[in-house]
């Protein structure tokens, strides 16, 4: 977790002078939401994004895609409550190393369960600096689905209307 080798390898030294957008897990490989990073490991991790990224403009999308069941860290209908109180954790952590870094909330606009509504896991907007969803090419019946077609568990359009996504004023 705190190796940050591709912001240190392709981005830092002035590599790279836009803004610095990565995803970062909120727990190791072999954990689960219930074992949510600890602030001893956040605070360090944190440190290093701000000696590697001074400039401070990193967008962290930490948990991204979790509605989905292709990473590890895929999330179940249960684990919201887990999920939320993992990401005020690393929130509070990160913002006191630096309050410049901005995190992201960023599920897929698609969930894999047609059980988890990703509406909740949304932390709250104080704990939230931008949101938006990754959205993907999908075939609809051998077309393009079109961006405002509704879907039945947790897609943009569904979501879109709960005010949860959407870039937040003043960023």
Known sequence: MNGLY???????????????????????????????ATT?????WAGLLKDAWPRADAFIRLGWE????????KQAPGDAAAFKSCWIRWHDTVKAVSPDFKLVW?????????????RDFWPGAQYVDAAGPDAYALSDNGGLSGPDKTGPHGDADRVRGSGAFGHRPGL
């Open 6 to 36: 591709t912001v240190k390898e392709y981005f830092s030294d002035g590599k790279w002078d836009g803004a610095l957008s990565f995803a970062q897990p909120m727990y190791a490989q072999n954990e689960n939401v219930n074992g949510c």
């Open 40 to 44: 001893s490991e956040i605070s360090p």
């Open 66 to 73: 979790f509605n989905g069941d292709w990473y590890t860290w």
């Open 106 to 118: 960023n599920p897929n606009n698609q969930s894999s369960s047609q059980d988890l509504d990703v």
